[in-house]
């Protein structure tokens, strides 16, 4: 959907709607030309109905009939422990970066658009991790982590 900055009628935008769509996490991310947005959906494969988050591309253009273009995130990434997942253009453009937890513990996963195989950035072996962003050159990701400490105390009322 469509809407004018400065108010107006909405539109439906042609070719925008994903197929087998049940819900959608978040907007992550527009182009560099502002032509076509970025986001995670849930997705069911209609023969197997296995739900699964897919990255999917939308044009805004109201001229194009364009279908969404649909890239594949690792079946690890999840859309349940965050009411944003995130996910991020990488500064070349190419690639797409998310957190994926494995044993309860999180990573920053680099996932080429092209299709190709995606590898981990970080290496960490504990913790979660609550937010990333890249500089601005490009260079450095600076990753927010989250340490959780739990007790448990018993407490009990002494008889005089």
């Known amino acids: 959907m469509r809407v004018p900055i400065d108010g107006g009628k909405s539109e439906i935008l042609p070719g925008a709607a994903v197929p087998n769509a049940f819900?959608?996490?978040?907007?992550?991310?527009?182009?560099?030309?502002g032509k076509e947005l970025?986001?995670?959906a849930d997705v069911n494969d209609p023969v197997t109905s296995q739900a699964s988050a897919e990255l999917e591309t939308v044009s805004v253009d109201a001229t194009s009939a364009t279908p969404p273009r649909h890239h594949p995130l690792d079946p690890r990434f999840s859309t349940g422990?965050?009411?944003?997942?995130?996910?991020?253009?990488?500064?070349?453009g190419k690639s797409v970066l998310y957190v994926i937890t494995e044993n309860g513990i999180d990573n920053v996963w680099m996932q080429p658009l092209?299709?190709?195989?995606g590898h981990p950035l970080t290496h960490f072996t504990s913790e979660l991790i609550t937010d990333f962003h890249w500089s601005p050159d490009g260079k450095t990701l600076a990753v927010i982590r989250e340490h959780d400490v739990a007790d448990v105390v018993l407490l009990h009322e002494a008889n005089p």
């Open 23 to 33: 819900g959608y996490a978040s907007l992550n991310f527009t182009s560099s030309d």
């Open 38 to 40: 970025s986001l995670v």
């Open 81 to 92: 422990r965050f009411l944003n997942p995130r996910v991020q253009l990488h500064p070349d």
């Open 114 to 117: 092209d299709g190709s195989s």
